[in-house]
């Protein structure tokens, strides 16, 4: 990423590219294999009523914005 360059995460997320989208899917993949659901709705209500899936989640991803994408991450008040 380019230094001092601000870009929200929705638009990192849709701009990477195939394989890169790959690994961090592979990265949560690991995390929800172990729910039990059918569907999108399903998956979303399971993760949302679950504080420590959340966590999880979405330390993934700051791990992988971090380390593979070396962006800094500033959080919003």
């Known amino acids: ?3 001092g360059q ?7 997320l849709l701009e ?4 890169e989208r790959q690994k961090l899917y592979d990265e949560a993949v ?3 294999r172990r729910l039990d659901w059918t ?7 399971l993760v949302m009523g679950n504080a420590s899936l959340q966590q999880k ?5 700051i791990n992988y ?3 593979e994408l070396r962006a800094e991450i500033q ?3």
């Open 16 to 19: 990477l590219p195939p394989a």
């Open 6 to 12: 601000f870009r929200p995460v929705p638009q990192i």
């Open 30 to 32: 690991v995390i929800l």
């Open 1 to 3: 990423m380019t230094s």
């Open 39 to 45: 569907d999108v709705a399903q998956l979303t209500a």
């Open 75 to 77: 959080y919003g008040e």
């Open 65 to 67: 914005l971090s380390k």
């Open 57 to 61: 989640l979405t330390a993934v991803l």
